[in-house]
């Protein structure tokens, strides 16, 4: 009997104005890999040049999943319609659970200088995508790290081994670990085959299972596989890595609109434009007790 051999799928980045203009590196949500169940989108920010995000992301709406954004650099500030508002410094995140519906803005508190970080959309199932928002965001020092002579990784969604994020997706079951891989060394990670797991390549370089990997690219695992092996290069490589639990529901999309039908989309875009849209003021989740 042969050994199962991981099958994976590369998908470079597309380069998309998003908000007011801003220029992201789309990976999940592009036209190669229109979602990858539960995940919707990736976008990364990453520029030394304002013009390319200093038109920032100003208000616009949210229903029917929930968004986390991690800052590796620069400052973001944000103001929503449940009353949070703040400002995201390097290394910050906050976890948006928008469901029945939001209406935010982010835009940079910086004129010149690195911007860098992710936002990732997640999928609801429909039994939640009406439920009451929710918040949560944390400064940097707030995500615990597991360092090993490989690589150093910083617990973003979930848990690693021991470690455990404040940010924790009971829906879905998603983890999202921001991993540094030290020059020509390994990370191995595995996750049940029943969930979808991909990791985002965004410094460095390296390979997995053999097939070198370019920068700004994701790599999604296929059915069945149970995680990735990734070997750095002589730079070394920082990655972003992520799994969640397919929803395996009908996915009915529309802008910032994300449900199961036409019909709730419709019912979307008519309760935005007649101020309906926010139903409810979210609650702020407190910082969960490892």
Same mark, same amino acid.
């Given at each position: 009997?042969?050994?199962?051999?991981?099958?994976?799928?590369?998908?470079?980045?597309?380069?998309?104005? #998003?908000?007011?203009?801003?220029?992201?590196?789309?990976?999940?949500?592009?036209?190669?890999?229109?979602?990858?169940?539960?995940?919707?989108?990736?976008?990364?920010?990453?520029?030394? $040049?304002? $013009?390319?995000?200093?038109?920032?992301?100003?208000?616009?709406?949210?229903?029917? !999943?929930?968004?986390?954004?991690?800052?590796?650099?620069?400052?973001?500030?944000?103001?929503?319609?449940?009353? $949070?508002?703040?400002?995201?410094?390097?290394?910050?995140?906050?976890?948006?659970?928008?469901?029945?519906?939001?209406?935010?803005?982010?835009?940079?508190?910086? #004129?010149?200088?690195?911007?860098?970080?992710?936002?990732?959309?997640?999928?609801?199932?429909?039994?939640?995508?009406?439920?009451?928002?929710?918040?949560? %965001?944390?400064?940097?020092?707030?995500?615990?790290?597991?360092?090993?002579?490989?690589?150093?990784?910083?617990?973003?969604?979930?848990?690693?081994?021991?470690?455990?994020?404040?940010?924790?997706?009971?829906?879905?079951?998603?983890?999202?670990?921001?991993?540094?891989?030290?020059?020509?060394?390994?990370?191995?990670?595995?996750?049940?085959?029943?969930?979808?797991?991909?990791?985002?390549?965004? %410094?460095?370089?390296?390979?997995?299972?053999?097939?070198?990997?370019?920068?700004?690219?994701?790599?999604?695992?296929?059915?069945?596989?149970?995680? !990735?092996?990734?070997?750095?290069?002589?730079?070394?490589? /920082?990655?972003?890595?992520?799994?969640?639990?397919?929803? %395996?529901?009908?996915?009915?999309?529309?802008?910032? !609109?994300?449900? $199961?039908?036409? #019909?709730?989309?419709?019912?979307?875009? /008519?309760?935005?434009?007649?101020?309906? !849209?926010?139903? %409810?003021?979210?609650?702020?989740?407190?910082?969960?007790?490892?």
């Amino acid at each position: 009997m042969t050994a199962h051999t991981p099958t994976v799928r590369t998908i470079p980045a597309t380069v998309v104005p #998003e908000g007011a203009g801003v220029q992201v590196y789309r990976t999940i949500g592009s036209p190669a890999l229109r979602d990858y169940d539960p995940f919707l989108l990736l976008d990364h920010i990453s520029s030394d $040049n304002p $013009n390319d995000y200093l038109a920032g992301f100003p208000s616009h709406p949210h229903r029917g !999943f929930s968004t986390f954004t991690y800052m590796i650099d620069g400052r973001m500030a944000h103001r929503d319609s449940m009353g $949070n508002q703040g400002i995201l410094g390097p290394g910050a995140a906050q976890w948006m659970k928008a469901a029945s519906g939001i209406v935010h803005s982010e835009m940079p508190q910086q #004129e010149n200088g690195l911007m860098r970080g992710f936002q990732l959309w997640i999928n609801l199932p429909a039994a939640h995508k009406m439920d009451r928002p929710e918040y949560q %965001e944390y400064p940097a020092a707030a995500f615990p790290q597991v360092q090993t002579p490989d690589y150093t990784l910083k617990v973003l969604i979930g848990r690693y081994a021991d470690a455990v994020a404040p940010v924790a997706d009971d829906l879905t079951r998603v983890s999202c670990f921001d991993v540094q891989v030290h020059p020509g060394k390994h990370f191995r990670h595995r996750w049940p085959t029943d969930q979808r797991h991909f990791l985002y390549l965004f %410094e460095g370089g390296g390979s997995v299972h053999g097939k070198p990997i370019a920068p700004h690219t994701l790599i999604a695992a296929g059915n069945n596989d149970s995680g !990735f092996d990734f070997i750095a290069d002589q730079a070394g490589a /920082r990655l972003i890595v992520a799994s969640g639990q397919p929803v %395996e529901e009908p996915v009915a999309r529309y802008g910032p !609109f994300v449900m $199961n039908t036409r #019909e709730q989309i419709d019912q979307a875009m /008519r309760d935005f434009q007649s101020n309906r !849209f926010v139903r %409810e003021r979210a609650w702020i989740k407190p910082p969960q007790t490892p």
